[in-house]
């Protein structure tokens, strides 16, 4: 891509720097910025908070946006209550909230309900927009009948529940299947990839002959393939099937491994942690790898996935995992030494920005060299 595409998708726009006259503030046509948390939310919507200031003090904006936190409560008998301090007739209003709290006791459900009548108080109370910001999508992953079982898309109705309540955009980060954009349509979605992410965290391996990059099954097998070409790097995929819902199994490693001692695999999530830790076993066993690292964009922190990332570090050469901020992650995950978190307060501050500014999303995530518009 070229050197004009990477400036352009780090522009950061002022109501200052889009005005006609010098010195005169244009505001946006969508109403005034307001960005708000929900109780599990709230862990990110303060980092976004304070990149979007550090962002707009940088190029000198006086500009400022209105923060809300903490928008749910319970009532004694269970029922969520949402109630806004403030008028918010006329406001861009961006909602974010982490479905699955694992710091928490609130369940996916009750996140979830928690995020559809804070949409819904918004826009009864006037704002102009609202768009939902759910960095880990839960639900994504029963986007359609497990075969032979009588089961409902149930990603479809989350999707329909959220626009029902008010929602008119959508923004997640690398949701499990690419098929849930259409279930929001017409609404438009912004899918956010990690792929530019994983790209300059591993950016050191970069045309390295004893590199070679895994995809956990073929859902990645795509991704894996964007990042082995914009790093010039050898790819492999592991043949996986599931006997049973969240039960897999790994039979082969498919790939030429001749002179490669270092593996990174990539994956959207980690769960249970079974995949990985079987594609992991078989690498060092079979293929004589000496060296993993792992790059995932939500990690669920369910504890068999904590014993089994350390018994890989160290029995079997993982030494790295790169997750990110997703979902807020517990300390028994924090306090491993080999992992490291992405905080996607930058991605999402921009992001924001761009919509709020009628600009292109995409150019934010740009896909190096000839991989744009691929």
Request: hydrophobic content about 35%; charged content about 25%; some cysteine.
């Amino acid at each position: 891509m070229s050197d004009k595409s990477q400036t352009e998708g780090k522009e950061f726009f002022t109501p200052e720097g889009i005005s006609s006259r010098p010195g005169q503030l244009t505001e946006s046509t969508r109403g005034r910025l307001l960005i708000a948390g929900c109780a599990s939310g709230g862990y990110l919507s303060t980092k976004v908070v304070r990149r979007y200031q550090e962002l707009l003090k940088r190029e000198g904006s006086e500009d400022d946006l209105i923060e809300m936190e903490e928008l749910d409560t319970r009532f004694s008998d269970s029922e969520t209550c949402v109630r806004v301090p403030m008028h918010v007739g006329g406001y861009d209003v961006f909602l974010i909230q982490a479905l699955l709290d694992p710091t928490s006791e609130r369940s996916i459900d009750q996140n979830y309900m928690a995020f559809l009548i804070a949409a819904r108080t918004f826009r009864e109370h006037g704002a102009n927009h609202v768009t939902g910001i759910l960095p880990y999508l839960a639900y994504a992953r029963q986007d359609k009948p497990t075969k032979f079982r009588r089961e409902p898309t149930t990603a479809k109705l989350m999707a329909d529940m959220t626009i029902e309540a008010g929602i008119d955009r959508l923004i997640c980060w690398d949701p499990h299947s690419g098929q849930i954009h259409g279930f929001y349509a017409p609404t438009p979605t912004s899918m956010l990839s990690p792929l530019t992410l994983f790209i300059e965290e591993f950016r050191r391996f970069a045309g390295r002959e004893d590199v070679i990059v895994v995809a956990p099954d073929v859902g990645a097998s795509k991704f894996v393939t964007h990042f082995g070409r914009a790093l010039n790097l050898k790819c492999a995929i592991a043949s996986k099937y599931r006997p049973e819902p969240e039960i897999s199994e790994v039979s082969e490693i498919i790939g030429d491994f001749e002179g490669k001692t270092t593996a990174i695999l990539l994956d959207d999530m980690i769960s249970g942690g079974g995949t990985l830790h079987t594609v992991v076993t078989k690498l060092v066993r079979e293929k004589g790898i000496r060296e993993v690292h792992v790059g995932v964009s939500h990690n669920l922190c369910l504890e068999p996935a904590c014993e089994r990332l350390q018994q890989l570090h160290d029995q079997y050469h993982l030494e790295q995992v790169v997750i990110t901020n997703s979902i807020p992650q517990t300390p028994n995950f924090l306090d491993l030494s080999f992992i490291k978190v992405i905080c996607l307060s930058d991605p999402l501050a921009r992001t924001i920005n761009r919509i709020h500014h009628n600009r292109s999303v995409s150019q934010v995530f740009f896909i190096p060299g000839d991989l744009a518009g691929k």
